[in-house]
């Protein structure tokens, strides 16, 4: 099915661990973004890109890293996992033209211990 | 700046009640509008959208107007279902700062009791 794809679904991980966060999407979408969810907070965006090689900050890009090598894959690095890090997120993708909206993925529900 | 306003929830009304989400927005451009739903544990999904003024955007017994006069988006369905417990958000796409972006509002948390 076409969509969005985020692996994994959940994640533990100790504090100064890193780790990376996986989305692709399949829908040749030019616009590729990582929010995260936090309760009461809304979404907040991180990092996102206008097309492959093109990366810039969102409005909470401390403590993460983003590479975007083909159209297809927009992977989230955490470089050193703190406790505040502890949130859901959610990649998701659009055409350059924002008229069609997001196509979201499922979310990655991350804990830092 | 841009920015979108929803009211606060949660929202709770009995089955085949009718619900009003309010949405209002500020642009500096002439955006356009979107309603995404999202279900327990899940993502956000596209419900519906208007790309200019006077647009109605309707998807299953939901619709909003796009109103640039109020600049509002108020969401509405006749008569809700159980099934349209989630979490409502209301949002905009505009070019800021050269770039097209997207201005999501907090969320309305709707609970609908058989």
């Known amino acids: 099915n076409a969509g969005v794809t985020q692996t994994p679904k959940f994640q533990v991980l100790k504090t100064g661990q890193s780790m990376t966060l996986q989305c692709a999407q399949d829908?040749?979408?030019?616009?590729m973004s990582w929010y995260r969810q936090d309760p009461g907070m809304g979404l907040r965006l991180i990092h996102y890109?206008?097309?492959?090689?093109?990366?810039d900050q969102g409005e909470v890009p401390n403590g993460y890293n983003v590479s975007r090598s083909t159209t297809e894959d927009f992977p989230l690095r955490l470089l050193s996992a703190a406790p505040s890090q502890t949130s859901v997120y959610f990649c998701?993708?659009?055409?350059?033209?924002?008229?069609?909206?997001?196509?979201f993925g499922s979310g990655t529900r991350l804990t830092v211990v | 700046g841009n920015s979108v306003t929803q009211m606060e929830g949660p929202v709770t009304l009995s089955e085949e009640a009718f619900l009003t989400i309010n949405c209002t927005y500020t642009a500096t451009g002439y955006p356009s509008l979107f309603w995404y739903v999202q279900y327990p544990g899940e993502g956000l999904q596209l419900l519906l959208k208007a790309t200019k003024a006077d647009d109605k955007g309707s998807n299953k017994g939901f619709e909003a107007t796009y109103r640039k006069e109020t600049t509002s988006f108020h969401l509405e369905k006749g008569s809700v279902q159980v099934s349209d417990s989630a979490v409502y958000f209301c949002a905009l796409s505009d070019v800021i700062s050269g770039t097209y972006k997207y201005i999501f509002g907090t969320g309305t948390r709707l609970k609908v009791l058989a």
């Open positions: 998701a993708s659009s055409y350059s033209n924002f008229n069609y909206g997001y196509t």
């Open positions: 890109s206008v097309g492959a090689g093109i990366t």
């Open positions: 829908m040749n979408h030019e616009y």
